[in-house]
């Protein structure tokens, strides 16, 4: 459908058109296909703008020079365009990066390689350290063993050495009737009396 | 036509460029401002944009002066991608003197010098409504 466009129809579609971002140029707004008219518009006829046959002329006219000078102006810009891309590429400038960007790369690349020495000469040393260490601890704790086991035997034999020392005063089948009449010959009294001050008084009642 | 734009802008299928306004969001009833922006064509007006070459304040000021920005490098290299202006911008571009003065200046100009001369010899009451002449159309 061929719609003239002129300053009117737009604002009019600009006012019937709601809150939506797109700017319609058609009339058809708010109402779809079915839609009734509406009653203020019953015998309305649309008819296009009217045109001035001179001024038609006059700007047919100037369209045309315009659309001349536009292409133009076109394909200088796209000219300069291609031409600021191509000298991009392959300019004067272009190999003179390129050549600084390699010597950059390989210049990082052998610093990189010297800091991996650096850390792992580093970190050799830092290894050997723990290991030294690691050894020596072992060491240490093996002779810690071996002293404890040796204090340990020494505290067993010191209880055996006591053991054979009690052993002499034990009450055996043959020493019984002896140590029976020892016993009853000396009585022995446990018995005895302590004050709030400490005095221990031995002296008490015999049976 | 050489299509030099970048390729990590959405792919549209038969959609090209255009230089157009777009309203900048400012939320303020009737203040609008707008911004000259490169976008494509599919998409919303004021939705997202590839590059903003500019801005056109509708509004006069106190000096009564209408302010407009345009970044002229841009703006070739997009006209050099192959960019469409819309009519509107294409007007501003002329009056700013990057472009030739557009036709319909020319011819609203002459319209509206012929209105007011008629004004000026009838006196009497004349409806602009239907000549709508008195409207910017921009």
């Known amino acids: 459908m061929f719609q ?22 058609a009339v058809r707004g708010r109402k779809s296909r079915s839609d009734p008219v509406a009653k203020s518009k019953e ?17 047919k006219e100037r369209y045309s020079e315009y ?9 200088e810009f ?34 990189n390689n010297e800091e991996n020495l650096r850390l792992l000469k580093l970190r050799m040393l830092r290894v050997q350290k723990e290991k030294e260490e690691a050894e020596r601890k072992q060491i240490e704790a093996a002779v810690q063993r071996e002293q404890e086991q040796e ?3 020494k505290e067993k034999e010191r209880e055996i050495l006591q053991l054979q020392e009690d052993a002499k005063n034990f009450i055996t089948l043959e020493n019984l009737d002896e140590r029976i009449e020892e016993v009853l010959d000396n009585p022995k009294n446990y018995n005895f009396a302590i004050d709030r001050e400490g005095r221990v008084v031995k002296q008490t009642m015999l049976q | 036509m050489v299509h030099l734009s970048s390729h990590l802008l959405k792919k549209y299928h038969g959609g090209f460029v255009v230089i157009r306004l777009a309203l900048a969001g400012h939320k303020q009833a009737n203040r609008p401002f707008y911004r000259i922006v490169a976008a494509h064509n599919k998409r919303a007006r004021d939705s997202k944009y590839i590059e903003q070459l500019g801005s056109y304040d509708p509004l006069t000021n106190i000096y009564n002066e209408k302010l407009i920005s345009f970044n002229f490098d841009r703006i070739k290299y997009w006209i050099g991608c192959g960019a469409h202006p819309t009519k509107p911008v ?15 200046t020319l ?32």
């Not at chain 2, 509206?112 to 159309?137: I, M, N, P």
């Open chain 2, 90 to 104: 294409a007007k501003l571009l002329g009056l700013a003197g990057f472009f030739p003065l557009h036709p319909m």
């Open chain 1, 67 to 75: 659309q001349l000078i536009l292409r133009a102006l076109r394909l």
């Open chain 1, 43 to 59: 015998g309305r006829i649309k008819v296009p703008a009217p045109v001035d046959p001179e001024e038609m002329v006059v700007l």
């Open chain 1, 151 to 153: 204090e340990f035997i």
């Open chain 1, 4 to 25: 003239v466009i002129s300053g009117r129809s737009v604002q009019a579609a600009r006012l019937l058109a709601p809150r939506s971002a797109v700017l319609v140029e």
């Open chain 1, 78 to 111: 796209k000219e300069e365009v291609l031409q600021k891309k191509y000298e991009e590429e392959t300019g004067s400038q272009a190999e003179q990066r390129v050549r600084q960007d390699t010597e950059e790369h390989r210049a990082l690349m052998a610093w």
């Open chain 2, 107 to 138: 011819t609203e100009a002459e319209r509206r010098r012929a209105q007011s001369e008629l004004t000026k010899t009838t006196t009497g009451t004349e409806d602009g409504v239907v000549e709508g002449q008195k409207e910017v159309e921009v």
